[in-house]
């Protein structure tokens, strides 16, 4: 008699292939791509936020910008207005303008006395401007320019200054 040729044996439940792990073998390693991917792009954005708030900082937020270091001018230059101090005006003008420091001085007495409050300034180049309300709350401008490297109050400067910003809408006091 014979019988019929029985198919191969198949384990249909077993253990899964290559166990138990041959000598030295290691199960195969997840894949994390996806993972790998988000912490790049976080990586990547954090990267590109920390190099614009540096940027930002040191623009226009840092005491060595210009539009700091123009507000801080100004501040100087009302001291010694308030003062009537001629001589350390004349430090603070410009080469252009120094000479002038009395009429200067004659010219700005309607400038309230006390402290300003510089609402904003701004630079461009070797120019720049200080808006800033005196004590009385008038509003006033002074502008800059950039000598040797220090920043001088310069009346004879506004013109370039508005000139090189022109969308500038700033009271200038007269």
């Known amino acids: 008699m014979t019988y019929p040729q029985q198919p191969p044996f198949s384990q249909p439940y077993g253990p899964p292939p290559n166990f138990p792990p041959q000598h030295g073998a290691q199960p195969p390693k997840k ?8 912490l790049s792009v976080v990586g990547a954005l954090l ?10 900082w040191k623009m226009a937020l840092s005491p060595d910008s210009g539009p700091q270091q123009v507000k801080s001018v100004a501040k100087d230059y009302k001291r010694a207005e308030d003062a ?31 402290d300003i409050d510089v609402k904003s300034s701004a630079t461009i180049n070797d120019l720049g ?5 005196d004590a009385k709350g008038a509003a006033w401008t002074l502008y800059f320019h950039k000598e040797d490297g220090k920043w001088k109050v310069c009346p004879s400067s506004r013109d370039a200054f508005k000139a090189a910003n022109t969308t500038t809408n700033e009271r200038d006091g007269e």
């Open 129 to 133: 401007m200080a808006a800033f309300t």
């Open 31 to 38: 894949k994390r791509t996806v993972l790998w991917i988000v």
């Open 47 to 56: 990267l590109c936020g920390g190099g614009f708030a540096l940027f930002i």
């Open 84 to 114: 009537n101090d001629a001589a350390a005006l004349a430090g603070l003008l410009c080469s252009a303008d120094s000479a002038q420091a009395e009429a200067v001085l004659r010219g700005d007495a309607k400038v309230a006395r006390g």
